[in-house]
């Protein structure tokens, strides 16, 4: 092997480079065997095309290490080696058998690091200051990263094809967080030994995706944020909507996938984003979206709302009531109708097309001979007997 020292952080020329040795480094053939005490003076890279073993202190570095070639390079030994900055820029990937602790920054410019996926002691991990740059599609961690120290990060995960990143925010101040993302179906996923049956699951969740699954390992409550886009596929859940997505965990003391639940979402039902609800991530062995159950009576699969109406009290015959579609179907009911300021202006219990743009209850109905002013409406449908609630507007012509 060689030591090459002509590459700055973009391979450029290499400024300088001090090694200080206390004890000793042997320079076998096939890998940069440390037994001693490296230090990687300031401004200064130390470039490896080939595999590095480290057996002793790698500690004191304020300098670079960077991997780079055409070739995988295995990091291995007995003591993890903790940098100062690191660069990646290689034709193929950076494959860890030990932890790496990064102090300052990790440059991704090509490849991956790589861990194993189901050994979760083996990461990349960013201590209190370390950050990174450059992460992408081919430019990221497949396996496990960590954090130390912290509390709110974002992991540059992903699987081999796709950074697929998840956002923390702890209550407190972190000693340890472990995160990984799984392109692979939880119920028989081909990287880690555990399995996640997607059938398995609370009355609550309706579908557990099938798809992907992340691992995030922490003992403080916290958020995290995930995102779904066109892999995740969730439009092929039957009858998802945006407004059913939710955050599930296989809860580890219950054997099963409850639901965590959201803070927040944004985006439709092919990419979009959702924070959830605070949750001590050690509790759970992996987190992935959910569904809200399907109804399962005939009528709210086939009406998910009841629309929007045109109402025209002009005695013509046309549009003179408001007939709400299928209302028949649960005559214990209740329709209220509210103006654009929010004032309740119409309420019938057991609606059935009562409405005819005349106020019966609130202010206006002093001057209900004169009807209701032109606008638009809002309205709510409660069916008793279903379970269901619906809201839609209507515009009124006078």
């Known amino acids: 092997m060689a030591i090459h020292c002509g590459e700055s952080l973009i391979m450029k020329l290499l400024?300088?480079?001090?090694?200080v040795l206390t004890t000793s480094i042997a320079v076998a053939q096939t890998a940069f065997y440390n037994s001693g005490n490296v230090q990687v003076h300031n401004n200064a890279n130390i470039g490896l095309h080939t595999d590095f073993i480290n057996n002793a202190n790698f500690d004191q570095t304020t300098g670079t290490l960077g991997f780079y070639g055409n070739r995988a390079i295995i990091v291995s030994g007995s003591i993890p080696p903790s940098l100062w900055d690191a660069e990646i820029f290689m034709d193929a990937n950076v494959f860890l058998q030990t932890p790496i602790m990064?102090?300052?920054n990790v440059n991704f410019v090509d490849g991956d690091v790589l861990t194993p996926t189901n050994l979760q002691s083996v990461y990349l991990s960013f201590m209190n200051e370390g950050l990174y740059t450059g992460e992408g599609d081919?430019?990221?961690?497949?396996?496990f990263a960590a954090i130390n120290d912290r509390n709110v990060f974002i992991f540059p995960v992903g699987d081999p094809q796709r950074l697929r990143p998840l956002t923390l925010n702890s209550q407190g101040n972190t000693p340890l967080v472990i995160c990984g993302y799984f392109?692979?179906?939880p119920s028989n996923p081909s990287s880690v030994l555990n399995t996640f049956d997607t059938f398995t699951k609370v009355n609550d969740i309706g579908t557990v995706s099938d798809r992907e699954f992340w691992i995030v390992q922490s003992d403080v409550p916290a958020q995290v944020t995930i995102s779904w886009?066109?892999?995740s596929n969730l439009a092929a859940i039957p009858n998802a909507t945006f407004e059913s997505i939710i955050v599930v965990g296989w809860n580890k003391s219950a054997n099963q996938w409850v639901i965590i639940g959201n803070s927040g979402m944004s985006g439709d039902i092919n990419q979009g984003f959702v924070t959830s609800q605070t949750f001590v991530p050690s509790d759970y062995a992996a987190i992935t979206f959910g569904t809200i159950p399907l109804p399962t009576d005939t009528f709210a699969v086939n009406n998910p709302t009841l629309g929007n109406y045109f109402l025209s009290p002009n005695a013509d015959g046309i549009n003179d009531v408001l007939v709400i579609d299928g209302l028949e179907e649960s005559p214990n009911n209740v329709v209220r109708i509210f103006n654009r300021y929010g004032q309740k202006v119409f309420e019938q219990v057991n609606y059935t097309n009562q409405f005819q743009g005349i106020?019966?209850?609130?202010?206006?109905v002093l001057g209900q001979e004169k009807g209701l002013p032109e606008g638009v409406y809002f309205y709510t449908a409660t069916l008793f007997d279903l379970e269901l609630?619906?809201?839609g507007f209507l515009f009124l012509d006078q």
């Open 359 to 364: 106020a019966n209850t609130g202010t206006l």
């Open 15 to 19: 400024l300088q480079i001090t090694l």
């Open 102 to 104: 990064v102090r300052n």
């Open 389 to 391: 609630e619906y809201t």
């Open 138 to 143: 081919f430019s990221k961690i497949t396996g």
């Open 229 to 231: 886009d066109d892999r």
């Open 183 to 185: 392109f692979e179906n």
